[in-house]
């Protein structure tokens, strides 16, 4: 039964991991942007949460209603107003302008709320439990994995079942012939930067509700979330969800065995399924 709950553990948090990866997964299917900044984009939200919900006195999961728009916002002007300007055949400048702008968020957060652990306060949600058959759920975890279903399902229909959805995958298969069909290729990118964020700000809310945050912890869920994003194949949504799964899945099992093995055993399944599928286990059909 143990090893059992274990797994079940590590699937409900491989929801986390899939939303830390959505957006990153979004964003490199529409324009093959890897955004280094990632991970900092996720701790900044959770403070934005953490902000609002202390600010206006409600609950961190209220204050998504204002972290999710807040976040789209930010990520609206900084694609247009900064990485578009460096979007090109070339991959490198926008992965130095990104890995820039990780060090100018965790600088920026350090000055403004120090190296001090935070935490969102979510009262009884926090220990909250369901038992079925011997095992144990917690309502949060539960409440990810939903979440993380309900957004990948979401931008899967956006995708592919809205004029939006047909603009970015036009945008992304031949950017010189959507522009001649009228698309303004630098605002659909801004929007997907947008949305991307939006995912993002969710994923930050509920990272801050499940544990302790400080500044310097993005680098660490940016390497959850392309790992996610590699497992599942790149461009994949889907995939992603199932990247995370396994992901969380390999960290309880080896946490299970050993405390020490937990953070190890995720990154040699990582290691292990890239080598033997590069492209990860569901890679996107070209054409």
Same mark, same amino acid.
């Given at each position: 039964?143990?090893?059992?709950?274990?797994?079940?553990? #590590?699937?409900?948090? =491989?929801?986390? &991991?899939?939303?830390?990866?959505? =957006?990153?997964?979004?964003?490199?299917?529409?324009?093959?942007?890897?955004?280094?900044?990632? =991970?900092?984009?996720?701790?900044? +939200?959770? &403070?934005?949460?953490?902000?609002?919900?202390?600010?206006?006195?409600?609950?961190?999961?209220?204050?998504?209603?204002?972290?999710?728009? %807040?976040? +789209?916002?930010?990520? &609206?002007?900084?694609?247009?107003?900064?990485?578009?300007?460096?979007?090109?055949?070339?991959?490198?400048?926008?992965?130095?302008?990104?890995?820039?702008?990780?060090?100018?968020?965790?600088?920026?957060?350090?000055?403004?709320?120090?190296?001090?652990?935070?935490?969102?306060?979510? #009262?009884?949600?926090?220990?909250?439990?369901?038992?079925?058959?011997?095992?144990?759920?917690?309502?949060?975890?539960?409440?990810?994995? /939903?979440?993380?279903?309900?957004?990948?399902?979401?931008?899967?229909?956006? $995708? &592919?079942?809205?004029?939006?959805?047909?603009?970015?995958?036009?945008?992304?298969?031949?950017?010189?012939?959507?522009?001649?069909?009228?698309?303004?290729?630098?605002?659909? $990118?801004?929007?997907?930067? %947008?949305?991307?964020?939006?995912?993002?700000?969710?994923?930050?809310?509920?990272?801050?509700?499940?544990?302790? $945050?400080?500044?310097?912890?993005?680098?660490?869920?940016?390497?959850?979330?392309?790992?996610?994003?590699?497992?599942?194949?790149?461009?994949?949504?889907?995939?992603?969800? +199932?990247? =995370?799964?396994?992901?969380?899945?390999?960290?309880?099992?080896?946490?299970?065995?050993?405390?020490?093995?937990?953070?190890?055993?995720?990154?040699? /399944? $990582?290691?292990?399924?890239?080598?033997?599928?590069?492209?990860?286990?569901?890679?996107?059909?070209?054409?």
């Amino acid at each position: 039964m143990e090893w059992l709950n274990a797994i079940l553990q #590590g699937t409900l948090l =491989g929801g986390l &991991y899939a939303l830390f990866a959505a =957006g990153l997964s979004l964003i490199f299917g529409v324009m093959r942007l890897v955004n280094i900044a990632h =991970g900092d984009l996720i701790v900044l +939200a959770a &403070y934005l949460g953490l902000v609002i919900s202390a600010g206006l006195g409600i609950h961190p999961l209220l204050a998504l209603v204002l972290v999710v728009p %807040a976040m +789209a916002g930010i990520g &609206y002007a900084l694609q247009r107003g900064i990485l578009n300007r460096t979007m090109g055949d070339d991959i490198l400048p926008p992965l130095l302008v990104t890995f820039g702008l990780s060090v100018i968020i965790q600088n920026g957060l350090l000055m403004g709320f120090s190296a001090d652990p935070q935490k969102l306060q979510a #009262g009884a949600l926090e220990t909250a439990s369901l038992s079925a058959g011997g095992l144990t759920i917690g309502v949060l975890p539960l409440l990810m994995f /939903v979440t993380a279903v309900a957004v990948i399902a979401g931008l899967q229909w956006m $995708f &592919y079942r809205t004029a939006l959805g047909r603009a970015f995958r036009a945008t992304s298969d031949r950017q010189d012939v959507a522009q001649l069909m009228g698309l303004n290729r630098a605002h659909v $990118f801004a929007l997907a930067m %947008a949305l991307s964020l939006a995912v993002t700000g969710i994923a930050g809310v509920f990272l801050g509700i499940r544990t302790s $945050f400080d500044p310097s912890i993005g680098g660490s869920r940016l390497i959850f979330g392309f790992e996610a994003v590699i497992i599942g194949g790149l461009g994949n949504l889907w995939g992603t969800l +199932a990247g =995370g799964v396994i992901l969380g899945v390999a960290q309880a099992v080896g946490g299970q065995i050993h405390p020490s093995l937990q953070l190890l055993a995720g990154h040699l /399944v $990582f290691l292990l399924i890239l080598a033997i599928r590069p492209r990860g286990l569901f890679p996107k059909m070209e054409g």
